[in-house]
């Protein structure tokens, strides 16, 4: 079933059974700004929460359609999306990444199949869509009546819904990965308690916050107040297969009628939503705020830029971010072809670093210790760029070390990795390791402590194949402090490691 037909059924859906929806006085319309005497439906909030993408029906015409929100929370005129290069018929957006620079559609080919698409911002608009390549995609959902996905915020993990039965209403949730050569797993059904007496009850429009965590969707399971409620489940493991029972967000969310396609933005303050309650005709998009317990979990909102450091001008470059101490690539985005600004969103518990990579250029990587975080944060982080040329000094954040001594921990490897990854691609590079200290103890101390965690740095790369010539190792103490040594953050500044390029 092609997308067009897919809405059709939905609005018809949604009409007939949603006529008395007990929470209409709850329900805040988004206004003419957004909606209109047509239908709008599927709508999807960009995690920072400043951009509303949703889909206008227009005779048998489905049109994307996208909205900004000014500083004072008024959403402004919408603006139907230009035709995408190349594929006319992709013209629904499933997800946002957090970068607002890619954007999951779906659509159908030549032979009016679905098919799902990445396309990218670029500095002439969204780029010529890119079909995904989903192993056995095609086999799994030549029956579907129709078909829903959302892309999680990592950029690694699909959730589809779907029937393999024709002809079938009833979906079940599918799970899908991202390979290391880019195409993506099998769709898996999930298992219970998601997906419960397949084939009686029907699981539909997923939605993961965030949190990559809380899962949201629509189900017709026993317990609900209408036809269709709005439910959550909580990720308990990595293998994304374990999930907490399904709870119910209650009746201040749900109706005695429709109840489906929930965005939430990645503060989790309010719940994006269809509904026939009040509108200026058909289907409107409405908003409702979430009560605390059916929240996502608080995450960060790390935005900033990534600019040439000789002239300030934007870096096309992608900003990949890993937990630690694993080193365990979480996720990746991309900045802003025209100014060079990106977005990323780091779940809670966790320490993270991440990096920009530009080729010709080398990243100062970041920290955050996200371990004790307990709400939602906006932070503004600027991406330091270094150009590989002979006399820069780059300055390797997370380098750790055991308490007054040259002990190297695991958190520390991750960055070390990136130091031999980029003496392995440039074999003519040498570079000197050099170890700083603050003010606090005498001179030999620090002397003696730099060049001791300065050799460690530099045993840990001779160990991973880079030959000895290339590399040496120097203590300075306290000599060449970086900022005052008066305060304590200061201090912190001053306790470093760097590397210098000596030869290229």
Not at 218 to 223: E, H, I, M, P, Q
Not at 255 to 274: E, P, Q, R, T
Request: charged share 20%; proline share 4%.
């Amino acid at each position: 079933m092609n997308l067009s037909t897919f809405f059709n059924l939905l609005v018809v859906l949604i009409l007939f059974i949603q006529v008395n929806n007990t929470n209409a006085q709850q329900l805040e319309n988004l206004g003419k700004n957004i909606n209109s005497e047509l239908h709008e439906i599927a709508p999807v909030i960009s995690p920072d929460g400043n951009t509303l993408y949703f889909t206008k029906k227009r005779g048998n015409d489905d049109e994307a359609w996208y909205s900004t929100i000014d500083i004072n929370g008024k959403w402004l005129s919408s603006k139907k999306m230009n035709k995408l290069p190349g594929k006319s018929d992709v013209n629904a957006v499933m997800s946002i990444t957090p970068d607002g620079n890619k954007i999951l559609l779906t659509g159908y080919n030549e032979e009016k199949n679905t098919r799902l698409y990445f396309s990218f911002k670029s500095l002439n608009g969204w780029s010529r869509p890119e079909m995904l390549n989903i192993i056995n995609f095609e086999k799994l959902i030549e029956n579907t009546m129709f078909f829903n996905v959302y892309l999680s915020n990592s950029g690694k993990v699909l959730i589809m819904s779907f029937s393999k039965s024709k002809d079938s209403y009833l979906h079940s949730l599918y799970i899908s990965f991202l390979n290391n050569n880019g195409s993506w797993s099998e769709p898996k059904v999930l298992p219970s308690p998601i997906n419960v007496n397949e084939g009686k009850y029907g699981n539909w429009i997923p939605f993961i916050a965030s949190d990559d965590v809380t899962l949201y969707f629509s189900s017709d399971r026993n317990g609900g107040y209408g036809d269709c409620d709005i439910y959550l489940s909580r990720r308990l493991d990595d293998s994304w297969l374990q999930w907490s029972q399904p709870e119910n967000l209650g009746k201040s969310i749900n109706s005695n009628g429709w109840d489906a396609y929930y965005s939430v933005s990645a503060k989790g303050d309010y719940a994006y939503l269809v509904s026939n309650s009040s509108g200026y005709g058909g289907l409107d998009i409405f908003r409702i705020k979430l009560p605390e317990n059916v929240k996502p979990n608080p995450v960060v909102l790390i935005s900033g830029k990534v600019l040439n450091p000789i002239n300030s001008q934007p870096l096309d470059a992608a900003i990949t971010y890993y937990t630690l101490p694993e080193g365990v690539e979480a996720g990746i985005a991309r900045t802003n072809p025209s100014d060079g600004s990106y977005k990323i969103v780091l779940p809670y518990g966790k320490q993270y670093s991440f990096i920009a990579t530009v080729d010709g250029y080398y990243s100062i990587s970041n920290y955050l210790d996200l371990t004790t975080v307990s709400e939602y944060k906006e932070m503004d982080i600027t991406v330091d760029m270094k150009p590989i040329e002979i006399g820069e000094v780059v300055r390797l954040n997370n380098i750790f070390f055991d308490f007054n001594k040259s002990t190297l921990r695991p958190e520390s490897y991750q960055e070390l990795d990136r130091v031999v990854k980029l003496l392995k691609e440039n074999l003519k590079i040498e570079i000197e390791i050099s170890g700083h200290t603050d003010n606090v103890g005498t001179d030999d101390y620090n002397l003696n402590l730099s060049n001791e965690r300065a050799s460690s740095v530099v045993a840990y790369i001779v160990s991973k194949g880079i030959s000895q010539n290339r590399i040496t190792a120097k203590g300075y103490g306290k000599t060449n402090p970086v900022a005052t040594n008066d305060t304590e953050e200061g201090r912190q500044l001053n306790r470093r490691v760097e590397f210098k390029i000596i030869k290229k």
